[in-house]
Nanobody
Framework: QVQLVESGGGLVQAGGSLRLSCAASGRTFSSSTMGWFRQAPGKEREFVAALRWSPSNPYYADSVKGRFTITRDNAKNTVYLQMNSLKPEDTAVYYC????????????????????WGQGTQVTVSS
């Protein structure tokens, strides 16, 4: 089993920044693919960013490219999401998730590939 705990959410003005953290425990973190997803009120949960366990290029949703950065520290069992130039439409509950095993370039974007999820952290961007 894997336990994921997000932190770092809050209220910020448009144009501001936040850094989300997701601390993992349980199964070996260094072999996981880690993803961030978000769910805005009244909307479906959507992919935000992901990073495989091995050194590789990160994946981003088009809506956050150039503004968000996903990184991971395997020594600390933690994945981060640095969010800059925040917009009101970034307001959502942000979830981190972990996947193990083969993760293809297409499946890395898919929620169903991720077996483990955190409880979520609220990000609110005011205009």
């Amino acid at each position: 089993q894997v336990q994921l705990v997000e932190s770092g959410g809050g209220l910020v003005q448009a144009g501001g920044s936040l850094r989300l953290s997701c601390a993992a425990s349980g199964r070996t973190f260094s072999s996981s693919t880690m993803g961030w997803f978000r769910q805005a009120p009244g909307k479906e949960r959507e992919f935000v960013a992901a990073l495989r366990w091995s050194p590789s290029n990160p994946y981003y949703a088009d809506s956050v490219k150039g503004r968000f950065t996903i990184t991971r520290d395997n020594a600390k069992n933690t994945v981060y999401l640095q969010m800059n130039s925040l917009k009101p439409e970034d307001t959502a509950v942000y979830y981190c998730a972990a996947a193990y095993g083969l993760v293809t370039d297409s499946s890395i974007l898919q929620q169903q590939k991720y077996a483990y999820w955190g409880q979520g952290t609220q990000v609110t961007v005011s205009s």
